[in-house]
């Protein structure tokens, strides 16, 4: 390795830059401390994006292009792996909060708890977390009050207690909203404007935002958007102790003799290496590269990857699955308006109800039919070419609308993230290898929830009705979870409550592979919550007594 | 402008082009010129991010740039290959290369060429990028992977339907064909000057009234 410079020892290095990694950034520059960021993908701005979907959605714009970063999945040990875009989300600066349109329902009090609810199924590794919905609210409201989130407290009756409202009233009603309230109404479901990462009214010097048809799976042109992006990175870059590297592919995090981290290895964009010191490392590089990371940086103290004594990181892993039931009607529905996204949601389904005869639910939603724009919409039964393709294009395209679900998978020992030997990135390190086989009981949940949203979409007037039943878990969320698993014990987890490994006290993953459970509801808010708190953990500790962090224990 | 094709093979695949999206009481793919929207994605890589702007195309560079040289070289092997398994077919039934066929024999080379497709889960996978056959939220396999006939299926669809800076959706047709109200152009987007708002409901909820469920702590 040629080392190019050796930069200045950093208090904290943290590894990505998007929903997690610019919380983190953002509270530690605040409490004074210096950060060096490093972030594999490019920094893009605001300027780099617009309104093209074929760029987007089809040519890979902002999602890894799979010859350059590709994953392999396979659904069993038995089975070889292929490659496939298993749970795309944008490298960059902003990560996944540059693609997404922003849905954050908090967790409920029993997502903490399931296991002591309604125990462990067969086959399943659920667990309780070791927090509680009372630790994490206070960082709801933190998170909820910078970005500006439009909702309506008290509305979705099965909501926990909040210790403030949401600080913007909800965003105006689409079409496809309108009908789900009254699909929910007729049946005596509670329904509620989706809490969402975009402004209803002027905030913070933010302008109101911009609803463009090009949200869902774009970049925002306008920054009126809420983001790790647009909010976080610039209140980070503000205190001007965040020294953000983009274009900086961490291979390796190195350890010293002690077996604490001692650098980060990365590449740059000429393709130098660097190595980054500093006192605390933390990773946000979402659940499957965190885990990839570790099991890359393997050394004579930590043989099969750092922090993995326990043969757990990378195991317990969840993405949810989204599937759909949709409807047809006679009247235009526009489900495109505001990009397909702006939702109505219910938590009807959401809380463990044994009568089910499956365990825990799941967040359903109002929306486009998957990306509802002219290129990639589609229905169920639509043929590929020819005549009454174009026929259904031209009858149907304004006229359905989804109730999707956000699939709670059960988490399994054997779902995991590991190296793939076999296949390459194009910088020569192993990829992602997911192996994941879906559950029994994801496979009811996704049966008995298809079949309700069916119901609300008859009721709220559907003319036709196809239901779209998962069968496997695709990734198709871009949600992940579970891969370092937060516990009590270390027989059992990776990290402990404070998200710091059991094994190495100055490393965290502060992304969402800490959830031992995925929960049923889409889970930035909870990661960047998450990373709020952690954060605010490490910046106590580290100003009370600086030498102190050499020895963080929990 | 660079293109790709010879004058048989795209006169080749425009002719197929019009049987996937045919010209009815209204344009199909011929009239939207998808033809030039693809003849020009095979030219090279000079033609695959617009700039946001709209004020043309992005230059890539390093291996964002090597990536695409790669996938456009496949592209190119299946579309050659494919014309020639095109005229292969046309030719065993209808004693004629694939242009010479009337519309409904061409239907029926098309209808020979999508069951030649392997199904199985790679090729259900595969259709997610044509439009999905399950509304995943933002599923899409490699485009590498699919087969010269899904490739076909759908780039006549991206032609016809992406923004017209690309080459195809000539006049916005397919646009127009389908009711999206899409930009005047890219710069509009880009500019946040582009809304969906008169296309929201007409009615607000009063969510005041109804915020009585939660507590507070």
Not at chain 1, 107 to 112: A, G, Q, R, S
Not at chain 1, 318 to 334: L, N, Q
Request: a negative charge; hydrophobic letters at 35%; proline letters at 6%.
């Amino acid at each position: 390795m040629v080392q190019k410079r050796k930069p200045e020892r950093a208090d904290i290095v943290i590894i990505g830059a998007g929903a997690s990694g610019a919380t983190a950034a953002k509270v530690l520059t605040e409490q004074g401390l210096r950060v060096v960021g490093l972030e594999r993908g490019p920094w893009r701005k605001r300027e780099t994006f617009s309104g093209d979907e074929l760029a987007n959605v089809n040519r890979y714009n902002l999602w890894p292009d799979p010859i350059l970063n590709p994953r392999t999945y396979r659904e069993s040990a038995s089975k070889e792996a292929k490659i496939e875009l298993f749970c795309p989300v944008p490298q960059m600066v902003g990560g996944g909060t540059v693609h997404w349109q922003g849905w954050l329902p908090r967790f409920t009090e029993n997502d903490f708890r399931l296991q002591t609810i309604a125990g462990q199924p067969s086959g399943t590794t659920l667990v309780d977390w070791p927090i509680s919905y009372r630790d994490i609210e206070p960082y709801y409201t933190k998170v909820e009050w910078a970005f500006g989130v439009s909702g309506a407290g008290g509305v979705n009756k099965y909501e926990s207690a909040r210790s403030d409202d949401y600080p913007c009233p909800p965003l105006p009603t689409t079409r496809y909203g309108r009908k789900f309230y009254e699909g929910c109404r007729k049946l005596g479901y509670n329904a509620f404007p989706t809490p969402m990462a975009a402004l209803s009214r002027p905030y913070n010097g933010r302008q109101v935002t911009v609803q463009s048809a090009f949200a869902q799976q774009h970049g925002d042109p306008t920054g009126t958007r809420s983001s790790a992006l647009s909010v976080f990175i610039p209140d980070a870059l503000k205190t001007g102790r965040y020294d953000l590297r983009p274009d900086c592919y961490v291979h390796e995090i190195v350890v010293d003799q002690h077996g604490r981290c001692k650098s980060a290895v990365y590449q740059d964009v000429d393709g130098d290496f660097i190595e980054q010191e500093a006192d605390v490392f933390l990773l946000g590089c979402g659940a499957i590269e965190s885990a990839r990371l570790l099991l890359l940086s393997k050394s004579s103290r930590f043989p099969r990857g750092l922090a993995n004594g326990s043969d757990l990181v990378g195991r317990n892993a969840t993405f949810h699955e989204y599937s759909a039931a949709v409807g047809v009607f006679d009247d235009p529905i526009y489900a495109w308006a505001g990009g397909g996204y702006v939702a109505a949601s219910s938590f009807e389904f959401y809380e463990h109800d044994e009568k089910r005869g499956f365990v825990s639910g799941c967040h359903i939603a109002a929306a486009g039919v998957g990306i509802p724009l002219p290129i990639n919409w589609s229905l169920p039964d639509r043929p590929l070419w020819g005549a009454q393709a174009k026929q259904i294009d031209r009858d149907y395209f304004n006229h359905t609308f989804a109730i999707g679900m956000v699939l709670h998978d059960m988490p399994q020992h054997e779902n995991r993230v590991e190296l793939d030997e076999k296949v390459t990135d194009a910088w020569g390190l192993p990829v992602a290898r997911i192996t994941n086989k879906i559950h029994e009981n994801d496979l009811k949940m996704g049966r008995w929830v298809i079949d309700r949203n069916a119901e609300i979409l008859g009721a709220a007037g559907a003319k036709k009705i196809h239901r779209v039943y998962p069968d496997r878990i695709s990734g198709n969320c871009s949600h992940q979870h579970g891969t370092t698993r937060m516990g009590d014990d270390p027989k059992t987890s990776v990290l402990n409550k404070w998200c710091q490994a059991h094994e190495v006290d100055n490393l965290f993953v502060i992304d969402g592979g800490p959830f031992p459970t995925g929960t049923g509801a889409n889970p930035t808010l909870t990661i960047m919550a998450n990373a709020w708190r952690i954060a605010d953990y490490i910046g106590a500790r580290y100003n009370s007594d600086r030498k102190s962090l050499q020895s963080l224990q929990s | 402008m660079a293109t790709f094709f010879n004058s048989h093979q795209r006169a080749t695949i425009e002719a197929a082009m019009a049987r996937i999206i045919p010209t009815d009481d209204q344009p199909g793919a011929r009239e939207a010129n998808t033809i030039e929207f693809l003849d020009r994605y095979l030219s090279g890589v000079d033609f695959i991010y617009a700039r946001p702007d709209g004020s043309g195309f992005e230059k890539l560079e390093r291996k964002r740039a090597d990536a695409w040289r790669q996938r456009i070289a496949i592209l190119r092997t299946k579309y050659v290959e494919g014309i020639k398994e095109l005229d292969q077919k046309s030719a065993s039934r209808f004693g004629a290369e694939f242009v010479f066929l009337t519309g409904n024999q061409q239907d029926h080379t098309l209808t020979d060429m999508e069951r030649g497709t392997a199904p199985g889960p790679a090729a259900f996978e595969a259709q997610a990028t044509v439009g999905p056959v399950e509304p995943a939220l933002q599923q899409t396999s490699a485009e590498i992977d699919l087969d010269f006939f899904q490739l076909l299926t759908l780039h006549t669809r991206q032609g016809f339907y992406s923004d017209p800076i690309y080459g195809g959706n000539k006049d916005r047709i397919g646009w127009k064909l389908i009711g999206f109200a899409g930009p005047e152009s890219l710069a509009e987007t880009h500019a946040g000057r582009f809304t969906t708002l008169p296309f929201f409901a007409e009615e607000e909820v009063d969510w005041t009234q109804e915020k009585n469920h939660g507590s507070k702590t």
